[in-house]
């Protein structure tokens, strides 16, 4: 499985951007597909996450302004960002959970229940 990021740029505070995830491979047996962003010197923090039947979880950092989705027949899950604030500012990335997660019991942002990642993308908000 690999999991590919695109969308990421430069947008002023209050704009919008949408991120993509697509993976190509089979992802059966992940439980979630989440996003997670990191800035230099901090640790990667998760942000969305969804579960294979689409529930889905915030950070409290981004409730009511970010929203992930998928699109199944696309193979690709999305994070549209809106009302985006200068500290969203950060690398983001995808990720696969570890075979055996269990969304109900698992931590959904925690990095080491994600066993497959993207090489991430950009996000810059001036």
């Known amino acids: 499985v690999q999991l590919v990021e695109s969308g990421g740029g430069s947008v002023q505070a209050g704009g919008s951007l949408r991120l993509s995830c697509t993976y190509s491979?089979?992802?059966?047996?992940?439980?979630?597909v989440a996003w997670f962003r990191q800035v230099p010197g901090k640790a990667r923090e998760g942000v969305a996450a969804?579960?294979?039947?689409?529930?889905?979880k915030y950070a409290d950092s981004v409730k009511d302004r970010f929203t992930i989705s998928e699109d199944n027949a696309k193979n690709t899950v999305y994070l549209q960002m809106d009302n985006l604030k200068p500290e969203d500012t950060a690398m983001y990335y995808c990720?696969?959970?570890?075979?055996?997660?269990?969304?109900?019991?698992?931590?959904?942002?925690?990095?080491?229940?994600?066993?497959?990642w993207g090489q991430g993308t950009q996000v810059t908000v001036s």
């Open positions: 969804i579960a294979i039947d689409g529930k889905s």
């Open positions: 990720a696969r959970s570890r075979n055996g997660f269990n969304w109900r019991s698992d931590s959904r942002f925690l990095a080491q229940n994600y066993a497959v």
């Open positions: 491979g089979s992802i059966v047996g992940a439980n979630s």
